[in-house]
T-cell receptor
Framework: TQLLEQSPQFLSIQEGENLTVYCNSSSVFSSLQWYRQEPGEGPVLLVTVVTGGEVKKLKRLTFQFGDARKDSSLHITAAQPGDTGLYLCAANFGNEKLTFGTGTRLTIIP | DAGVTQSPTHLIKTRGQHVTLRCSPISGHKSVSWYQQVLGQGPQFIFQYYEKEERGRGNFPDRFSARQFPNYSSELNVNALLLGDSALYLC?????????????FGPGTRLTVT
């Protein structure tokens, strides 16, 4: 069974601070995606990474895919209240299914 | 362009009943996937359909079934509902099969089983 663990589970920080969220597995990913979900809505795709060691930037968000393709991180610089939400990583392990992580619930305090 | 649409938005059913949830993908998208999201957890994969055929299945009992129509819309059916089936059911569409392609999620159907 392939599992994705995210840490921390909950994170509450002040506006303007930086933060990093982690996504780890004991198995190798074929591809990994990061989503953000707000209450009452479906997840919204932020990024897809497919190459080990890949780094992608989306404004203040930086996504990194580990060299061994077993981990990924999301770093947010100068967090804003609009960044509040549930952050989910989701991986494909080379089979015909997508596995989501446990999620990190982020709250940015103005 | 319209995004992924799902109906109904909310649904209340009684244990033992049957339910059908519907999903319309983004125009041009041929793949539809279904997920169950229990409160406080990440979504769990139920099915992926591509070109009207099942291409992937998660660890769900046979009470869960789905199908995809020629216009690429999809239905998720759940028989003999249990209290534990209460969840947000999400549909996602993508251009092609496989998960390296971007998936676009609908707003979900909130199912409550009493």
């Amino acid at each position: 069974t392939q599992l994705l663990e995210q840490s921390p589970q909950f994170l509450s920080i002040q506006e303007g601070e930086n933060l990093t969220v982690y996504c780890n597995s004991s198995s190798v990913f074929s591809s990994l995606q990061w989503y953000r979900q707000e209450p009452g809505e479906g997840p919204v795709l932020l990024v897809t990474v497919v190459t080990g060691g890949e780094v992608k930037k989306l404004k203040r968000l930086t996504f990194q895919f580990g060299d061994a393709r077993k981990d990924s991180s999301l770093h947010i610089t100068a967090a804003q209240p609009g960044d509040t939400g549930l952050y989910l990583c989701a991986a494909n392990f080379g089979n015909e299914k997508l596995t989501f992580g446990t999620g990190t619930r982020l709250t940015i305090i103005p | 362009d319209a995004g992924v649409t799902q109906s109904p938005t909310h649904l209340i059913k009684t244990r033992g009943q049957h339910v059908t949830l519907r999903c319309s993908p983004i125009s041009g998208h041929k793949s539809v996937s279904w997920y169950q999201q229990v409160l406080g957890q990440g979504p769990q994969f139920i099915f992926q359909y591509y070109e009207k055929e099942e291409r992937g299945r998660g660890n769900f009992p046979d009470r869960f079934s789905a199908r995809q129509f020629p216009n690429y819309s999809s239905e998720l059916n759940v028989n003999a509902l249990l209290l534990g089936d209460s969840a947000l059911y999400l549909c996602a569409s993508s251009l092609d099969r496989g998960f390296a392609y971007e998936q676009y999620f609908g707003p979900g159907t909130r199912l409550t089983v009493t």
